[in-house]
């Protein structure tokens, strides 16, 4: 058991000294504000709370956040909140872990994809998932007026989009369902 929380105290170290670093880079303004989810004026009803299936591509996110605990395959709760900014305002990351997604590829088949380092926000409306993180972790987002936006690694589309209002989202499947 000490183990198990020394490990659990030494990633969500780790995850703090990242945050802190982008802080100080990306946020000098406000030195307390440590992520950013930027969906607002997005085409969609704002007044309820997404699916949990549906993930919300957004250039504007610095992490991948979602509302729902129940999505998460490892889960590492904080001692202490980080705050996200958002367009409601300040809210509370309580937690860290990762995701696994079920998205549609190019040629129509399904493929697990693992979302890394999820900041779990309850108070959020959707899932939010980050192009820049995307990008850092070697992805490639393509945004074409006639192929669509499609999610890319060493070339090949592993990830698919459909619109959603204004936005895009993934093209995942709930229930064997493709949405």
Same mark, same amino acid.
């Given at each position: 058991?000490?183990? /198990? *929380?020394?490990? @659990? /105290?030494?990633? /969500? &170290? $780790? @995850?703090?000294?990242?945050?802190?670093?982008? *802080? &100080?880079? %990306? =946020? &000098? +303004?406000?030195? %307390?504000? #440590?992520?950013? $989810? +930027? @969906? #607002?004026?997005?085409? #969609?009803? =704002?007044?309820?709370k997404g699916h949990p299936d549906h993930w919300i591509l957004d250039s504007g996110a610095s992490e991948h956040f979602t509302p729902y605990r129940h999505l998460y395959r490892r889960y590492f709760q904080f001692k202490d909140t980080v705050d996200v900014q958002t367009a409601k305002g300040k809210l509370d990351g309580i937690s860290v872990g990762s995701i696994n997604v079920t998205v549609i590829d190019r040629r129509g088949n399904s493929r697990m994809m693992e979302l890394k380092n999820v900041l779990h926000v309850p108070e959020m409306d959707s899932n939010l998932l980050s192009s820049n993180v995307l990008v850092d972790n070697g992805f490639e987002v393509s945004m074409h007026p006639t192929k669509g936006t499609n999610i890319l690694k060493d070339n090949n589309i592993v990830a698919t989009t459909v619109s959603h209002g204004k936005i895009k989202r993934l093209k995942t499947i709930t229930n064997g369902i493709i949405e």
């Open positions: 058991m000490l183990g /198990e *929380t020394s490990g @659990i /105290e030494a990633q /969500e &170290a $780790a @995850i703090r000294r990242r945050f802190h670093a982008y *802080t &100080a880079s %990306h =946020t &000098a +303004s406000d030195p %307390h504000v #440590i992520r950013k $989810a +930027s @969906i #607002i004026g997005n085409g #969609i009803d =704002t007044m309820s």
